[in-house]
């Protein structure tokens, strides 16, 4: 079938012929209602409504035009029926009905098939023209046995049906509205008038430009998401050692905001975010180590206290194994043994290093071995001394305050970005995590009243990340009782913000983040009491 038969009414009249059924007055309170939806879902429950209420119509179904894949189709996005109670538009309710194909798949599987015809929303999508039907049951031009299935099953009864197209400023297809059942004003069952189809077709004209602005502002929204993304995933991958830290940290963050917006007294009573707050904290959780792309590879994968481009242990072992065969006595191979024993296990690197193994390591290079040529060396030279007495992980002083610098990077690359009004506060939401609450972090010596609550629960969550990570090369998956025990004293020394570590805790969102990340091993806390301040007498 390429067109309905003449039982069907169906019109192409631009909806402008249309607008002087309407008072200036609707208009513009139409707009206003139209303009009060920010979202795109809300925007088609929105147009459907007004459509039904317009007509008088007790049911009616908003299709949205799906372009993303091979083979377009109209995906359900919002479906009301009063007799029957229904009035949906959760992704998940409706993404139980079957999208509806514009083409039938051809035989060979590939490339899009012969128009779907048999179907009237998709034939409305692929003609661009509205179908106006007195009673779905007395025509056999369009094929009503899913509508009729869906009667018997709620025993229901679909009698008239207007279905038209939505087209965007640029005309083309953008979603079909369907609407089912007219009624009078007395209640009684009717066709859709000219009329009717008439001024929904205008209303659909503007509904189409405030849900094509809706969804452009959608496209540009996933755009940058990708984006972000894709960066953050570039960052990780660049170092096997904070590998997925990047897509941990949004994760955590915003676990930590949920967990005080939830709270309804307290420090957390008065904090709430809406739709535009949540985003602009999203963003900002996935950029906030994008200053890390300028930071050298060699730091950032430096698994070992001694590592560069090359192993350095690899050097100091060879050393060892000459002086070995140089040893005057067994017993003085069997120290030297020891020592590159010794060694080794502190090349790994660690949470902290005694002072009793910095004087080991010193002492170890005032020995000497003979080279090649008969000259003296020591067994470790300066450099060598300096990298193995760090004190915490494998990174020495300079090579800590290169990689710290990613965060100034960080601050000058989002400062520079023309981010919209919603979004002003990303840099310094991604710009905070290094910050301590008593001045002393950087880069920007922030104390905790300069700082914003995202800004310090982004600081916890980048410490807590950092200890449980399972990727690190300097330590085993650390287990939640030394992580709590370690943030717990970062809390008492000023260094993370207490409220914040308390909610964590205390909410038991550190609970969902260690079942969905964590190893099994590490999972040693039920009880987190141990870790919270004590009340107040």
């Not at 193994?357 to 001394?385: F, S």
């Amino acid at each position: 079938m390429t067109t309905p038969d003449p039982s069907f009414r169906h019109h192409s009249e631009h909806a402008d012929r249309a607008l002087a059924t309407w008072s200036v007055d609707s208009t513009s309170d139409l707009l206003v209602r139209l303009a009060r939806e920010t979202t795109v879902a809300g925007l088609m429950h929105r147009i459907l409504k007004e459509a039904r209420l317009l007509t008088g119509a007790e049911g009616g179904t908003f299709y949205q035009l799906d372009e993303s894949s091979d083979s377009p189709q109209l995906v359900f996005k919002a479906i009301h029926n009063t007799v029957l109670g229904l009035e949906s538009r959760d992704p998940d309710q409706l993404s139980q009905w079957p999208a509806i194909p514009l083409y039938h798949r051809p035989s060979n599987g590939s490339g899009s098939g012969q128009p779907n015809h048999q179907n009237v929303a998709s034939w409305v999508a692929l003609t661009r023209k509205a179908v106006n039907i007195d009673d779905v049951y007395q025509t056999g031009d369009f094929d009503f046995s899913g509508t009729r299935h869906f009667d018997v099953e709620h025993r229901y009864r679909s009698r008239s049906m207007l279905t038209l197209p939505l087209l965007n400023h640029e005309d083309r297809v953008i979603g079909v509205l369907q609407l089912i059942n007219a009624h009078t004003a007395e209640g009684e069952s009717r066709p859709f008038t000219d009329d009717d189809q008439r001024t929904v077709q205008a209303m659909a004209k503007f509904a189409a430009l405030s849900l094509d602005n809706q969804l452009l502002v959608q496209s540009h929204k996933d755009l940058l998401d990708a984006f972000i993304q894709a960066l953050a995933r570039i960052i990780d991958v660049r170092s096997s050692h904070t590998s997925a830290h990047c897509e941990r940290i949004p994760v955590l963050t915003e676990m930590m905001a949920r967990a005080a917006c939830e709270e309804t007294d307290g420090y957390f009573a008065d904090f709430h975010l809406n739709d535009d707050e949540w985003y602009e904290l999203h963003v900002a959780a996935w950029l906030h180590d994008c200053g890390k792309l300028a930071t050298s590879e060699t730091i950032l994968n430096k698994g070992r206290k001694l590592q560069s481009l090359l192993d350095g242990f690899d050097a100091v072992a060879a050393r060892f194994a000459a002086a070995m065969a140089q040893a005057a006595s067994p017993a003085d191979a069997g120290v030297l043994r020891e020592d590159l024993d010794f060694l080794e296990r502190i090349n790994r690197g660690g949470e902290f290093m005694p002072e009793s193994d910095k004087d080991r390591v010193r002492a170890i290079a005032t020995r000497t071995w003979q080279d090649a040529w008969g000259n003296t060396q020591p067994l470790l030279n300066e450099d060598e001394v300096t990298n193995l007495c760090i004190t915490r992980g494998t990174l020495n002083d300079d090579e800590r305050q290169a990689i710290n610098r990613h965060i100034d990077i960080t601050i000058d690359i989002l400062e520079q970005l023309p981010f919209p009004p919603k979004l002003r506060r990303v840099p310094e939401y991604a710009g905070g995590h290094h910050e301590r609450m008593d001045g002393r972090g950087f880069p920007r010596g922030l104390t905790r009243e300069q700082m914003s609550i995202p800004a310090r629960m982004m600081g916890v969550a980048d410490v807590f990340e950092a200890l449980t990570a399972k990727e690190r090369p300097y330590k085993p998956p650390m287990p939640l009782s030394q992580a709590f025990s370690i943030l717990k004293t970062m809390r008492d020394d000023q260094h993370i913000d207490p409220d914040v570590f308390e909610l964590f805790l205390r909410s038991g969102k550190w609970r969902d983040y260690a079942e969905r990340f964590l190893l099994p091993e590490q999972f040693d806390v039920d009880d987190v009491s141990p870790y919270l301040s004590p009340k107040p007498a």
